[in-house]
Antibody, heavy 122, light 107 residues
Framework: EVQLLESGGGLVQPGGSLRLSCAAS????????MSWVRQAPGEGLEWVSV????????YYADSVKGRFTISRDNSRNTLFLQMNSLRAEDTAVYYC???????????????WGQGTLVTVSS | DIQMTQSPSSLSASVGDRVTITCRAS??????LAWFQQKPGKAPKSLIY???SLQSGVPSKFSGSGSGTDFTLTISSLQPEDFATYYC?????????FGGGTRVEIK
C-alpha cells in the first residue's frame, strides 16, 4: 500500500524558514517523480515544485522560485521542501504527491499525502 | 502558463442526479487532464487521468471525456459520499495548473 506522510509544518514568522518532509512507503521511491502541492485556507490547489526520481532535475512555480528548494533522499525514501524567506501568502496546507510513472513529464498524480499546515504569521 | 477554467463553481444536486462539470484549458493540452475529488479537511483523491481513464479503485459512476481544450467530468448517479469539491488539472506543461474547483452540494 502506497503511503505518503508529511511532517514539519508549523507556525513561523515572516522571513523565517521551515523544512517539510514526506516519508514514502509501499513503492520504489527512487523510480518516481514527486511534487509538492499547496492549498491556502479556503482556496484551491497550487502546484509548487517537482523533482525527478534521481533528484537531478527540479522545477518550481514562479511564486516560490529562489525561495524554496525541493530535494529527496532515495536511501531514506523521503522527499523534502526547504522553505526560506517565508511570506504570509505561503500559509497553506502542503501536500506531497506521487507521479504515476517513471517519467517526470506529462505524468499525473496517483497518490497524495494527508498534508501538513504551514502558517506564516507574526 | 495554461489557465484552467471550471464551471460551474458550485452546484446543488439531489441523490441520484446525473452531474456534469466542465473544464476548459486556455490552450490545447491533448488528453493530459486529471480530475480530483476533495472532501473537507482531507487530501485530494485522484479520480481520472488521461482525460478519461479511471484510477484504480474508482467506481465506474465517474467518467471523463474531452481532448484539446474542453473536458467534462460526469457522475452518473450522485450518492451521499460524492458531495465534495472537484478539481481538474493539466499536466501537459509545467507549471502544472489546476482549475478553481467545483463544489457539489446537497439540494
Amino acid at each position: 500500500e502506497v503511503q505518503l506522510l508529511e511532517s514539519g509544518g508549523g507556525l513561523v514568522q515572516p522571513g523565517g524558514s521551515l523544512r517539510l518532509s514526506c516519508a514514502a512507503s509501499g513503492f520504489t521511491f527512487s523510480r518516481y517523480a514527486m511534487s509538492w502541492v499547496r492549498q491556502a485556507p479556503g482556496e484551491g490547489l497550487e502546484w509548487v515544485s517537482v523533482i525527478i526520481g534521481s533528484g537531478d532535475t527540479t522545477y518550481y512555480a514562479d511564486s516560490v522560485k529562489g525561495r524554496f528548494t525541493i530535494s529527496r533522499d532515495n536511501s531514506r525514501n523521503t522527499l523534502f521542501l526547504q522553505m526560506n524567506s517565508l511570506r504570509a501568502e505561503d500559509t497553506a496546507v502542503y501536500y506531497c504527491a506521487k507521479g504515476s510513472s517513471s517519467s517526470w513529464f506529462q505524468t499525473d498524480f496517483d497518490y497524495w499525502g494527508q498534508g501538513t499546515l504551514v502558517t506564516v504569521s507574526s | 502558463d495554461i489557465q484552467m477554467t471550471q464551471s460551474p463553481s458550485s452546484l446543488s444536486a439531489s441523490v441520484g442526479d446525473r452531474v456534469t462539470i466542465t473544464c476548459r484549458a486556455s490552450q490545447g493540452i491533448s488528453n493530459y487532464l486529471a480530475w480530483f475529488q476533495q472532501k473537507p479537511g482531507k487530501a485530494p483523491k485522484s479520480l481520472i487521468y488521461g482525460a478519461s481513464s479511471l484510477q484504480s479503485g474508482v467506481p465506474s459512476k465517474f467518467s471523463g471525456s474531452g481532448s484539446g481544450t474542453d473536458f467534462t467530468l460526469t457522475i452518473s448517479s450522485l450518492q451521499p459520499e460524492d458531495f465534495a469539491t472537484y478539481y481538474c488539472q493539466q499536466y501537459n506543461t509545467y507549471p502544472l495548473t489546476f482549475g478553481g474547483g467545483t463544489r457539489v452540494e446537497i439540494k
